[in-house]
């Protein structure tokens, strides 16, 4: 059986606690990026923030959630974020090659299938003649 893959939101989704050891994952003025620590406060309803001791003795406040995993989830959250960045490297070349490919296919039907509607083309999306119209009819009583 292979071993189970985790997202890098998978490996951060549980509060921190007090005591529990973590590594940051993304550096901070004067700290590098996977330094040791561990968690000597946990605050925050909505905005998950920690004050951490390093291993070097300075306590740094104010580290947001999202800059940290448990030490024993470190390995395993750069692999994740590795795999993740590559991912959505590959997504957004499929995403642009399916735009250049519906431009290509869009600038031939455009020019000859215009059929009558005043539709304007706003960044690939369509916008109904009747909202352009409203458009109008709105400036016309502002008096713009």
Known sequence: MP???YSTAQLQARTL???ERV???AG???VPEGTEGKVAMANGFTWNRYWVRLVDGRV???ID???LVRTKDYERFL???DREAVEAELAAQRAAEAAEAASDGADGTEAAGDGGTDEAVVNGV???AYLLQRSADARTRLGA
Request: charged share 25%; glycine share 16%.
């Open 126 to 128: 369509a916008v109904p």
């Open 17 to 19: 606690k007090r005591g």
């Open 79 to 81: 692999v994740a974020r």
């Open 23 to 25: 590594r940051l994952v």
């Open 65 to 67: 959630h999202g800059d």
């Open 60 to 62: 740094v406040g104010h």
């Open 3 to 5: 071993p189970k893959t």
């Open 28 to 30: 901070l003025p004067g």
